[in-house]
């Protein structure tokens, strides 16, 4: 067992993934955008992807933000994801533990993909 701790300073930045189903809860996940855009101005919104991309088993859009807005951002998200599911990870230099072991999810914990994240093992 390694006994040093990891220091936060390792994280550059945050994604939030926030799921949704294009044919029934498109319209609260564009809510729960327009809402971020409006308050965390230094949030950028990524693209809305309506099929699976990448490790995300679902449809969703993604949210990448500074760690500074961390504190405000993520309880917002908590407070106002209207039931839908929601992945926050830090971006560090390595994407399988930041997607599998470091996440933070809010509502239910989906199946990823790892086969298409680089670890910083290898």
């Known amino acids: 067992?390694?006994?040093?701790?990891?220091?936060?300073?390792?994280?550059?930045?945050?994604?939030a993934h926030v799921y949704?189903?294009?044919?029934?809860?498109?319209?609260?996940?564009?809510?729960?955008?327009?809402?971020?855009?409006?308050?965390?101005?230094?949030?950028?919104?990524?693209?809305?992807?309506?099929?699976?991309?990448?490790p995300h088993p679902q449809a969703m859009y993604q949210i990448a933000f500074p760690n500074e807005l961390f504190p405000n951002l993520v309880p917002f998200l908590s407070l106002n994801r209207t039931g839908l599911t929601v992945l926050v990870h830090p971006n560090t230099e390595d994407e399988v533990?930041?997607?599998l072991v470091h996440a933070l999810w809010m509502g239910a914990v989906l199946p990823l993909d790892a086969s298409v994240l680089r670890s910083k093992k290898s």
């Open 1 to 15: 067992m390694d006994s040093t701790a990891t220091e936060i300073a390792v994280i550059d930045g945050w994604h």
């Open 20 to 54: 949704f189903d294009p044919a029934t809860t498109r319209d609260p996940a564009a809510q729960l955008r327009d809402w971020i855009a409006a308050r965390f101005p230094d949030a950028l919104l990524g693209r809305w992807h309506d099929v699976k991309v990448g």
């Open 97 to 99: 533990a930041d997607h």
